[in-house]
T-cell receptor, first 110, second 110 residues
Framework: RKEVEQDPGPFNVPEGATVAFNCTYS??????FFWYRQDCRKEPKLLMSVYSSGNEDGRFTAQLNRASQYISLLIRDSKLSDSATYLCVPNAGNNRKLIWGLGTSLAVNP | NAGVTQTPKFQVLKTGQSMTLQCAQD?????MYWYRQDPGMGLRLIYYSASEGTTDKGEVPNGYNVSRLNKREFSLRLESAAPSQTSVYFCASSEARTQYFGPGTRLLVL
């Protein structure tokens, strides 16, 4: 099993749509979880940290299910500027290393 | 507050040439990282430094050396560049487990 698995997409949605991404991770010792977004040929940027069972920041909601080792990201009222790759990033157990997968590609269309 | 800065932005090398990629952060973070990103692959950790004066290998350290010059600066050196080192290189810094990235260096080795 891969350390972190996401549907690579691409997800093509119209402006204003709600879209959800799912992620599973294999390291049961992971304690911290993050969603990053990466625009084409740019650096990853932190979207949100995921604590406890979940977190909400404006149009973005993340949920964490530790028992199932599953994380989700919900984006409401999609904007054109949301087009990017979304990376689910757990930490590698009790250290500062993060586990990076390929992410999910989102294209929001006018 | 510039965050994480990297120089140069672009570089073309011939096989066998050497170069140093520079990274600096002004967030007073203890930990710093060097990653490479290749098409179709997630970020791969080359080296990291948990604190000033310490460095450790990541998953792909061969062909690279690093120096943690002080708390702010973490450089990556290619002693004898090879075409396989053509990539985008990202530097990151962190306090706790959240990582913040520089804009990247695009390196082409001919």
């Amino acid at each position: 099993r891969k350390e972190v698995e996401q549907d690579p997409g691409p997800f093509n949605v119209p402006e204003g749509a709600t879209v959800a991404f799912n992620c599973t991770y294999s390291n049961s010792a992971s304690q911290s979880f993050f969603w990053y977004r990466q625009d084409c040929r740019k650096e990853p940027k932190l979207l949100m940290s995921v604590y406890s069972s979940g977190n909400e920041d404006g149009r973005f909601t993340a949920q964490l299910n530790r028992a199932s080792q599953y994380i989700s990201l919900l984006i409401r009222d999609s904007k054109l500027s949301d087009s990017a790759t979304y990376l689910c990033v757990p930490n590698a157990g009790n250290n500062r290393k993060l586990i990076w997968g390929l992410g999910t590609s989102l294209a929001v269309n006018p | 507050n510039a965050g994480v800065t990297q120089t140069p932005k672009f570089q073309v090398l011939k096989t066998g040439q050497s170069m140093t990629l520079q990274c600096a952060q002004d967030m007073n973070h203890n930990s710093m990282y060097w990653y490479r990103q290749d098409p179709g692959m997630g970020l791969r950790l080359i080296y990291y430094s948990a604190s000033e004066g310490t460095t450790d290998k990541g998953e792909v350290p061969n062909g690279y050396n690093v120096s943690r010059l002080n708390k702010r600066e973490f450089s990556l050196r290619l002693e004898s560049a090879a075409p396989s080192q053509t990539s985008v290189y990202f530097c990151a810094s962190s306090e706790a487990r959240t990582q913040y990235f520089g804009p990247g260096t695009r390196l082409l080795v001919l």
